[in-house]
T-cell receptor, first 114, second 113 residues
Framework: NAGVTQTPKFQVLKTGQSMTLQCAQD?????MYWYRQDPGMGLRLIYY???????DKGEVPNGYNVSRLNKREFSLRLESAAPSQTSVYFC?????????????FGDGTRLSIL | AQSVTQLGSHVSVSEGALVLLRCNYS??????LFWYVQYPNQGLQLLLK??????LVKGINGFEAEFKKSETSFHLTKPSAHMSDAAEYFC???????????FGKGTTLSVSS
């Protein structure tokens, strides 16, 4: 019963390098999300995909791009990594795009940018 | 702007003591309310959800939360803390249909023996 799977779990990058974080869910959910978690800041929404074929910006989208590859997969790309993007990134999914929907989270990707 | 506030970034209790984690939201219209728990090096797990069916909501691991409209609060409680309850707890609020959840900044619960 995998739920939401994120890869990789850890990554160290140099400033300016690019990277794609992968996320897949096996719950047949329509909506998927990318968050970043920083100490004292809680979770901040980067991008979301309300349904397959759509993506929208969240609270902190600058420096990121996303792709909803299919219903299961939602990737997050850092084109030119910056030290300010050092964070823990979480992917989540929910059955529908609505604020009454509980979200299911992956275990996160811990990303350090030197 | 709509917001959610968790009072106290860190709460410490002794094993067996009452746990009280506070959450206040900013709306006159009752929103959708959630509590999540995050154990070290893991993602967030849903503890409980307020659905308007009852003001007292029971969740997993003996936790419960009470919705108080007059106080715009949804505090999380557990009568007797266990060492395994040590984690970070997040309150999340959904204000309108078709909008994203807003997460609080989290409260770290420490439990000492």
């Amino acid at each position: 019963n995998a739920g939401v799977t994120q890869t990789p779990k850890f990554q160290v990058l140099k400033t300016g390098q690019s990277m794609t974080l992968q996320c897949a869910q096996d719950m047949n959910h329509n909506s998927m999300y990318w968050y970043r978690q920083d100490p004292g800041m809680g979770l901040r929404l980067i991008y979301y995909s309300a349904s397959e074929g759509t993506t929208d910006k969240g609270e902190v989208p600058n420096g990121y791009n996303v792709s909803r590859l299919n219903k299961r997969e939602f990737s997050l790309r850092l084109e030119s990594a910056a030290p300010s993007q050092t964070s823990v990134y979480f992917c989540a999914s929910s059955e529908l795009w609505d604020s009454n929907q509980p979200q299911h989270f992956g275990d996160g990707t811990r990303l350090s940018i030197l | 702007a709509q917001s959610v506030t968790q009072l106290g970034s860190h709460v410490s209790v002794s094993e067996g003591a009452l746990v009280l984690l506070r959450c206040n939201y900013s709306s006159s219209v009752p929103p959708y309310l959630f509590w999540y728990v995050q154990y070290p090096n893991q993602g967030l797990q849903l503890l409980l959800k307020y659905t308007s069916a009852a003001t007292l909501v029971k969740g997993i691991n003996g936790f419960e939360a009470e919705f108080k409209k007059s106080e715009t609060s949804f505090h999380l409680t557990k009568p007797s803390a266990h060492m395994s309850d040590a984690a970070e707890y997040f309150c999340a609020v959904g204000y309108q249909a078709g909008t994203a959840l807003i997460f609080g900044k989290g409260t770290t619960l420490s439990v000492s023996s």
